[in-house]
């Protein structure tokens, strides 16, 4: 695949970048706090030329991809809820030319072309909130999990040029992410209320490499994230925001005790 120069990309005003706790795929089709607020900063958005997604869903080692195709299928990478989650559709077009920008950017970091992915429930169950026509062209850039976390955000630094073509991007994963810590009738954990709060005073400082610089065997982290690729989604989110960049926290709370739903704009 050939890539595409991000310069030769029309410029536009810069696009606020967005960090989305996405929880369970279920507030894809049903009504909640968190899927009516995300429905709300969707239309008071300005319309993005296209829509990057950093997901939690799209794990890969030793390379970061990036989805070219034209028309990217709707992944349902989850098991046990009903049927008409399984058979919810979200089909926006891709943005072959983007993706080749972005490739473009990002040739220093070891970064490939992918035609197999698609759109993950992370991207698809967020966006048809957001963006419910599905007229808005999307694609994925996937999460080298042998990175450190630093590089992490040292690779998003090199999508900031995006945001000034037009491009929205949007991490989507936890601020707090611990699955077997799920219970019912529970607001949230003290230990995920701790981190949860750590996460926004550094976000609302706007001191974002300390959060870069998180050590995942450090206790609360541990428990907070078992497996740290919810976490990233965010250095991502921070590493593409300007030095001028103003945090907004537009949802807040818990799911099940141990799923913090904490979602942020940077603009």
Same mark, same amino acid.
């Given at each position: ?8 990309? *029309? ?7 967005? #960090? ?35 997901? =939690? ?23 046990? #809820? ?16 983007? =993706? ?100 926004? *005073?550094?976000? *609302? ?61 940077? =603009?």
């Amino acid at each position: 695949m050939t890539q595409l120069d991000a310069h030769l990309l *029309t410029p536009t005003p810069a696009m606020p970048v967005l #960090f989305i706790g996405h929880g369970s795929p279920m507030h894809a089709i049903e009504e909640s706090a968190f899927s009516r607020a995300w429905g709300e900063i969707g239309a008071a958005l300005p319309h993005p030329n296209a829509i990057l997604v950093i997901s =939690a869903h799209w794990m890969t080692r030793g390379v970061s991809l990036v989805h070219i195709g034209g028309k990217p299928r709707t992944i349902h990478d989850f098991g046990g #809820f009903p049927r008409a989650l399984h058979e919810a559709q979200y089909p926006a077009p891709g943005a072959p030319d983007f =993706a080749a920008a972005t490739l473009d950017l990002l040739q220093h970091h070891h970064a490939e072309p992918d035609m197999e992915w698609g759109l993950d429930h992370g991207a698809w169950c967020v966006l048809l909130r957001m963006f419910p026509k599905a007229d808005v062209p999307v694609y994925q850039l996937s999460i080298d999990l042998s990175r450190p976390l630093k590089d992490h955000m040292a690779l998003a630094k090199e999508l900031r040029a995006l945001r000034s073509k037009g491009v929205l991007i949007v991490g989507s994963g936890n601020a707090v992410h611990n699955l077997p810590a799920m219970r019912y009738g529970i607001d949230a954990f003290d230990w995920a209320r701790e981190f949860d709060t750590k996460i926004a *005073t550094a976000i *609302t400082n706007r001191d974002y490499t300390a959060l870069a610089e998180i050590n995942p065997r450090d206790p609360l982290t541990r428990i907070a994230h078992p497996t740290i690729e919810h976490f990233l989604p965010l250095l991502y989110t921070l590493g593409a925001a300007s030095e001028t960049d103003q945090p907004t926290f537009f949802t807040e709370g818990f799911d099940l005790g141990s799923i913090s739903m904490r979602s942020v704009m940077l =603009a």
